[in-house]
């Protein structure tokens, strides 16, 4: 059953990543930029789910990263990388914030590194099943 719902993260996840492949940086920033925290915490709910656990009903990346690495230990190295994507989640959404081009590339080049980090240890976990 468990299995079921990680591959159904995981297809949401892949949807949020194909969306930021297709989109501009200098178009659409605000866009790309939502798109790659939602990839990273529907990667970080897979991984939980995998490990047998209920994800918490959170939009924060720091309080998914903090209850995965009861499990993997390794995922408190990521948590810089986190705190930069966190606000496009709800913050973002709302007046008074706005994103550049170059914010977009750098969330890009963050969801990047840790959707492959995510995918690899979901792999493993699944794998070890």
């Known amino acids: 059953m468990h299995s ?4 159904e993260w995981l297809q949401k996840a892949e949807e949020d990543y194909n969306a930021i492949v297709k989109l501009e940086p200098a178009e659409t920033p605000y866009v790309i930029c939502f798109h ?4 990273i915490e529907k990667y970080l709910k897979a991984f939980l789910t995998a490990r047998g656990e209920i994800p918490p ?6 309080r998914l990263n ?3 690495t009861e499990y993997e230990k390794s995922l408190d190295a990521i948590c810089d990388f986190l705190e930069e994507l966190n606000p496009y989640s709800v913050a ?3 007046p008074g914030m706005s994103v550049t081009s170059e914010d ?3 969330a890009i080049e963050i ?8 995918k690899n240890l979901i792999d493993k ?5």
């Open 4 to 7: 079921e719902v990680v591959r």
């Open 36 to 39: 790659c925290q939602q990839c």
């Open 57 to 62: 009903p959170t939009h924060n990346l720091i």
């Open 66 to 68: 903090s209850a995965a």
């Open 92 to 94: 973002i959404r709302y």
């Open 104 to 106: 977009a590339e750098r």
């Open 111 to 118: 969801m990047n590194n840790l959707r492959l980090r995510l």
């Open 125 to 129: 976990v699944m794998n070890s099943k």
